[in-house]
Each structure stands twice: as structure tokens, then as C-alpha cells.
């Protein structure tokens, strides 16, 4: 029988991050003009391979659980999905664009919600028209309220994060990278946003996820993918039992009390 | 399932068993659908892979992705296709500038008006110092238009190419949430400068025309010569886009360049002129760098501006007249020729026309379109080229 369309395809990825300089060997402003000139890379480089060697494929409708400890390149695979990081080795294939949502700020912090929201969509490619008609359920869906006619750097993460959620699933995307970004909403948004990720995987979107609450994790996805040290420790659809592994592995951290939340969400 | 502690919990989850993982996403209550025939189809696969992240069987992944038309992720629109991606975003691009720029000065008590009193600040203080303390403005007619219009077209320039330098790294947020050509920025950038710009000319017009500068039709050839300027700020803003977003380096040292630039374009001084046609001066043994600076295209396209504005600037720019050996020559060495000050104030200061000039008024045009056309190639080629890297770090 024939498999979905794959969306993601992940082959061999290496990602090598270059960190420069620590401090020492800062140079002047003639040298680094110098360095421009000639192309050279500053001279203090320190290299850290955040992932080394993953391989998997999501397919059409997956929303897929991203899981591991801090620095086990989580954010670093979401990035690269998105084509912001070069690949050292390797290559990551995707069918159409990634829209990456980390935790960071606004999207354009000087300018209010409303203004974000028009920006936002129109740099997405949607018509004025579209923009117009939809304006009011993305305002709504984001629960901002009133807020919304002030500047974005004025909100709460918890709003801001809603309203670029808001934005970045108003059109429907063909990959969602969301990084954390639902942990800092309320139980309410929580809701919302699952339904949203549902809209978008019927959609034939793909979803991947990364989050520290393992209860979210296992009532979003569908496929998980539990990393370490930049490579994958286990993958697959069973995403309790790999949840359950994982957190076996890093036993005595407080994750450990999220089981405890599916009790409630399917219930 | 081994650890006891934890047994209760995924079990509840788990109703159809421990493998089929989708099960439990069923009893969220997704909807049916595409989602629910993925599932369908995991559940018919036996053991899909052996790592169990979705790798088909017998089939390298390159060739796979390839097979279903998957592209690489940080794969570059063709030249043409990113062309026509910019013209699908003319609303945004033209939004987000006119949304910056009112929010600009949205802290300040001021607020707007400071788009006004930057320029008018700026042209006070290089007034008070060229004008008044150093006098540098002998032998240019009607020095305070000459100074405000030349400073009020550099700003446009310079704006342009000291904001664009950290375009990409200011919006960071934005290139690594949303998906659209990064050219957008830039332009942008150039736009809210423009879009300053024509308010900043309204006072320039106010100031030349209280300095009893009479309208023209010259002045219809302001707005050409603006199209051509923000075209080349265009191609500047591209380059220095793509320089900025890598390193914070390159905007710490362009206001340098910037102000060394300006010196260079006979903001301040005539090039054209006082510089070049007066012995002693600087240039006037120098004819080739006389030649260099006026060709250099913000002295091309000041030079332009000032002459379609500025009757006075237009009728004593070298060329105006056929040559007058002997008009020139008093020009540049008025005393020789026992011209009083007021004299040479009134009347002989207006015999530069009567100099060969270095680079004719036709050559300006030109130079103007030529210039335009090499930033907007080069910048829009060389920021293309670097489209997937930006966001990164």
C-alpha cells in the first residue's frame, strides 16, 4: 500500500555550530576590517557539533515530538529544518516552507499586535484582502483583547508567544516548527493550540514539537523522537513507551511527575 | 512499562496497547482525516524501519526526497522567481515601512516632528561651523541652500546605508519565524528613509524658497534624480544588508566611512569649484581627483539636486558659459585682478561658469543612471546569493 507523502526527510544531518571568540583576541577595528576583506574568520573559533547524524522522515499529517535534555540539539534539528542552519554533513529535504516559532520576543517589537499581525501575514504571502477577513480570528484566537493596539514588546511571553502562534498558523503552513513555544500559554491556550496543531496536520501540514512537558508531547504527537548528544537515542510511533524510556534515562529530574497529566487530558 | 512508578499513567494511555501510539493521540479527539489514514497506514506498515523514524526500506533518503519532489530546506529561488516573490510582497514591504517609521519616534515627546528637526538640526550645526566659524564659503553663491540641500540629500544616502547594516540583525525574530524572500527587509529599510526623505525635502523646500530662490521648472527634475539616488540606496542597502548580518563589526565602522564619504562629495565645499578652480586650493593641481570626487555618486547625484533646485548653484557651475580664459582666471584669482569683495561677491563669483568643468552636467545624468544601475545589479546579486544564510548564528 502506498506510504503518505513525505514532508521532512532528514539525511545524515550533521550540524557543526562555530563559536567565535571568548573573549581574547578581539583585534581593532583596522584588522577586523582586514579579516572582512579577505574573508577570514575571526581568529578565536571554538566548535561544537550539536548534532551528529540524524536520519528520519515525517510525513504528511505527522506532528512529531522532539524530547531530550537540555542541549541535546532539540532546537538545533527545528532550525535546521527550517534552513536556518547550514548542514556540515548531509542534507535536510522539505516540502515547502518551515515556519520555526521559538520563545524568543516579538516578531516586530515596536509595532503593536495589530500592525504584527497585518506584517506578519502579508510577509507570509497573504493578499490585503485575505488579511482583511481573517484579521478578526487571528485577533481572537490569540486572546490578546484589548492589547492588541499596543506594542508587542509591552506583552507578556505568555502573550506574545500567543499572538505569534496566532500569526505563524494563520496561514496554513506545510511545516510548523513550534520550540517551546506553547510552554509559556495558559491551560486555555494549551487547548486552542492543540486544536490548531490538529487543524494543521488534517490539513496534510506537518507539526513537530518541542517541549519539556512530556504530558504535551504525548497527547499532540503522533511520532516521537527522543535525542542525546546530538543523536537519536530512540524514534517511532509507540510514544508512550519511548516517553516512558526516556524518562526512566534521566530518572530524579522533575519531568518526572508529568505523567501524571495524561490522566487527566484523555480522561 | 518497567519502571513500577510510572506504570499507571501511560497505561491509561496506552488502551489499544503499548505499540500503537497514535491510539492514544485518537482519544484526544483529532479529527478524522488525513491524520486518521496516516494512522491507518503506520498501523498496515510492518514494523515501519528498523530505527523506527519513518525510513523507507531499500531506498537511500537523497533519492527518496528526491522521488516526491522534496527540496533541500535552505534551497535559493532562482534570480527570476525571488524577483517576482519581492513584487508579491510590495504590501508588506511598503506596510512594515510606513509602520516603522510611525513608530520611530513613537517614545519620543516630540514624536514625528523629529523627522524634521534631525536634518534641520544637523544642517544648524554644520552651518554654525563651516559658515560662520570657518568661512568656507568663499566662492560658493548662496552658501546656506548650497549646504542644506547638499546635507539633506546625503542624509537620504547615508540613512539608507547606516540602517540597512543591521536590518537583518534587528529583525531576527521575524526572518527566523515567518517564511518570505529576506529582500523584503532591506527594501523596506530604503523606504522608510524615502518616505523620511520627501518630508525632510518639504522643509528643504520651505528653507530655499524663504532664501528667495525662485520656483523653476527645473525642479521637475528633483523627483528623476531621486528615483535614481534611491535606487543606488537600494543596491547600498543590499550589500551592507548582507555585510551587517553576519557581524556587528561593519555597523561600528561605517558611520567612519560614512563621514569620510560626505567630506569626500563636496557637501560642505564645492568640489566643482572652490576646490578645484581657485590655485592653492586643495584640488586645483589635482585634476584627477577633482574628477574622482565628482563622480562618486553622492556627489553625482547632490551636485544634480542642487543645480535643478538652485538657480545660483545651476548658472556658476563650470560649463554654463563657453570658455573665458580670462573670467575663469579672475574667478580663481580674484585679487590678481583688483576685484574689491563686494565686487566679487556680486558678480565674480558667478564667472566659475566660465571654467571648463571637470565633469559636464551631461556626464552627471549619466553617471547618475549608471551608478544606479551597477548598486541595484551588484547589491540585489551579491544579498540573493546569501538569501539562505540569513537568520542564522
Redesign the interface.
Known amino acids: 500500500?502506498?506510504?503518505?507523502?513525505?514532508?521532512?526527510?532528514?539525511?545524515?544531518l550533521h550540524v557543526v555550530y562555530r563559536v567565535y571568540g571568548s573573549g581574547a583576541d578581539r583585534g581593532t577595528?583596522a584588522t577586523?576590517?582586514l579579516r572582512?576583506i579577505r574573508r577570514q574568520r575571526r581568529p578565536s573559533i571554538r566548535e561544537v557539533h550539536a548534532i551528529r547524524g540524524i536520519?528520519?522522515?515525517?510525513?504528511?499529517?505527522?506532528?512529531v515530538g522532539v524530547i531530550g535534555r537540555n542541549g541535546s540539539g532539540k532546537s538545533t534539528l527545528l532550525?535546521?529544518?527550517?534552513?536556518?542552519?547550514?548542514?556540515e554533513e548531509g542534507?535536510?529535504?522539505?516540502?515547502g516552507?518551515?515556519?520555526?516559532?521559538?520563545v524568543?520576543?516579538?516578531?516586530?517589537?515596536?509595532?503593536t499586535g495589530e500592525?504584527n499581525v497585518?506584517?506578519?501575514c502579508?510577509?507570509?504571502?497573504m493578499?490585503?484582502q485575505l488579511v482583511k477577513e481573517r484579521y478578526p480570528s487571528i485577533v481572537e484566537f490569540s486572546g490578546v483583547g484589548d492589547f492588541i493596539n499596543l506594542?508587542m514588546k509591552t506583552y507578556s511571553t505568555g502573550m506574545g508567544s500567543r499572538l505569534?502562534f496566532a500569526?505563524?498558523s494563520a496561514k496554513s503552513q506545510d511545516i510548523l516548527l513550534v520550540d517551546e513555544a506553547l510552554a509559556t500559554g495558559d491551560a486555555e491556550f494549551r487547548v486552542k493550540s492543540?486544536r490548531r496543531i490538529?487543524?494543521l496536520?488534517?490539513?496534510?501540514g506537518t507539526v513537530f514539537l518541542v517541549a519539556h512537558n512530556l504530558g504535551e508531547i504525548?497527547?499532540?504527537?503522533?511520532?516521537?523522537?527522543w535525542l542525546e548528544k546530538g543523536q537519536?537515542v530512540?524514534?517511532?510511533?509507540?510514544?508512550?513507551?519511548i516517553?516512558?524510556?526516556y524518562?526512566?534515562a534521566t530518572g530524579g529530574e522533575p519531568r518526572?511527575r508529568e505523567?501524571?497529566k495524561?490522566?487527566a487530558?484523555?480522561? | 512499562m518497567t519502571n513500577p512508578g510510572r506504570l499507571s499513567a501511560p497505561g491509561d494511555l496506552d488502551k489499544p496497547g503499548s505499540l500503537s501510539g497514535p491510539g492514544s493521540l485518537q482519544a484526544n479527539g483529532s479529527p478524522a482525516g488525513p491524520a486518521a489514514a496516516t494512522e491507518s497506514e503506520e498501523a498496515t506498515k510492518p514494523a515501519p524501519d528498523p530505527a523506527g523514524a519513518g525510513i523507507p526500506a531499500g531506498e537511500p533518503l537523497a533519492a527518496f526526497a528526491k522521488r516526491y519532489n522534496l527540496e533541500p530546506a535552505a534551497a535559493r529561488p532562482p534570480v527570476l522567481k525571488y524577483l517576482r516573490l519581492l513584487w508579491q510582497r510590495r504590501q508588506f514591504i511598503t506596510g512594515f515601512a510606513t509602520a516603522s517609521n510611525v513608530a520611530m519616534y513613537s517614545e519620543a515627546r516630540l514624536g514625528q516632528l523629529w523627522q524634521v528637526l534631525t536634518p534641520l538640526l544637523n544642517a544648524a550645526v554644520y552651518f554654525f561651523i563651516f559658515g560662520v566659524l570657518l568661512h568656507v564659503n568663499r566662492g560658493v553663491p548662496g552658501y546656506v541652500p548650497f549646504l542644506v540641500t547638499g546635507i539633506f540629500v546625503f542624509n537620504f544616502t547615508q540613512r539608507s546605508c547606516i540602517t540597512s547594516s543591521t536590518v537583518m540583525r534587528e529583525n531576527l525574530p521575524l526572518i527566523r519565524a515567518l517564511p518570505f524572500p529576506r529582500g523584503c527587509l532591506p527594501l523596506g529599510y530604503v523606504i522608510i528613509e524615502l518616505q523620511q526623505l520627501l518630508l525632510s525635502f518639504t522643509v528643504l523646500f520651505v528653507i530655499i524658497l524663504a532664501y528667495g530662490e525662485p520656483l523653476t521648472w527645473y525642479w521637475l527634475l528633483t523627483p528623476l534624480v531621486l528615483v535614481f539616488q534611491t535606487l543606488f540606496n537600494v543596491g547600498c542597502a543590499f550589500i551592507l544588508a548582507r555585510w551587517g548580518s553576519g557581524f556587528d563589526d561593519v555597523s561600528q565602522l561605517l558611520p567612519f566611512i560614512i563621514r569620510t564619504w560626505m567630506y569626500a562629495s563636496g557637501v560642505i565645499f564645492s568640489i566643482s569649484t572652490s576646490l578645484a578652480l581657485v590655485p592653492g586650493q586643495s584640488l586645483y593641481n589635482h585634476k584627477h581627483l577633482a574628477y574622482l570626487l565628482q563622480i562618486n555618486p553622492a556627489a553625482v547625484y547632490i551636485t544634480l539636486i542642487r543645480n535643478s533646485l538652485l538657480t545660483e548653484q545651476r548658472i556658476s557651475m563650470p560649463g554654463y558659459h563657453p570658455y573665458n580664459a580670462l573670467r575663469c582666471a579672475m574667478y580663481g584669482s580674484p585679487a590678481k585682478f583688483h576685484v574689491s569683495p563686494a565686487q566679487f561677491k556680486n558678480e565674480v563669483i558667478y564667472f566659475s561658469s566660465y571654467c571648463h568643468p571637470i565633469v559636464s552636467q551631461p556626464a552627471l545624468w549619466l553617471y547618475a543612471v549608471g551608478w544606479a544601475l551597477l548598486a541595484v545589479v551588484v547589491g540585489f546579486v551579491f544579498f540573493w546569493r546569501a538569501e539562505t544564510r540569513y537568520g542564522r548564528g
Open positions: 500500500m502506498a506510504v503518505a507523502d513525505p514532508m521532512v526527510v532528514v539525511d545524515d577595528a577586523a576590517l572582512m536520519s528520519f522522515v515525517a510525513y504528511k499529517g505527522d506532528a532550525r535546521a529544518i527550517a534552513g536556518l542552519l547550514p548542514a542534507m535536510v529535504y522539505t516540502q516552507h518551515a515556519a520555526l516559532l521559538g524568543n520576543a516579538a516578531l516586530l517589537e515596536n509595532l500592525k497585518v506584517l506578519g502579508l510577509a507570509m504571502g493578499s490585503p506594542a505569534r500569526i505563524a492543540h490538529d487543524e496536520r488534517a490539513q496534510a504525548e497527547e499532540t504527537c503522533n511520532r516521537v523522537i537519536i530512540q524514534a517511532g510511533t509507540n510514544v508512550a513507551e516517553v516512558d524510556a524518562l526512566e518526572k505523567p501524571a495524561p490522566q487530558g484523555p480522561a
